[in-house]
């Protein structure tokens, strides 16, 4: 039985999948659109120019998503690490108050 970590990354996987292949119907259809709006190409040229423009999106999309992905594990990283500085003041500062309150409660039974 898979554990939890591959399930997630089998689900987020399909998640990926389906999500490019919107976007890839999107960009065939907003192609087809643009190329309906020409009235001279033949039916070979509308093909082509669909296909052509269907890439060249898929292509400025792939830039985006790549760029964002990036971003976000910069972003991941910078969090991370804001993270465990706070931790480890928390930390500090809990121990402190600990000594304080132990120090005062050794000297409240010595007198």
Not at 33 to 50: F, K, M
Not at 78 to 85: A, F, G, K, M
């Amino acid at each position: 039985m898979p554990d939890s970590r591959t399930v997630q990354a089998g689900i987020a996987r399909m998640e990926g999948y389906l999500l490019w292949q919107a976007e890839i119907a999107c960009a065939r259809a907003d192609a087809e659109a643009a190329v309906d709006a020409l009235d001279w190409p033949t039916a070979a040229q509308r093909e082509e120019l669909v296909d052509l423009l269907a890439r060249r999106q898929l292509d400025v999309s792939q830039m985006a998503i790549t760029r964002i992905a990036a971003r976000a594990h910069q972003l991941r990283g910078e969090y991370q690490h804001r993270y465990n500085v706070l931790k480890r003041r928390a930390l500090a500062t809990v121990l402190a108050l600990m000594t304080v309150l132990v120090l005062l409660n050794a000297l409240l039974l010595a007198s």
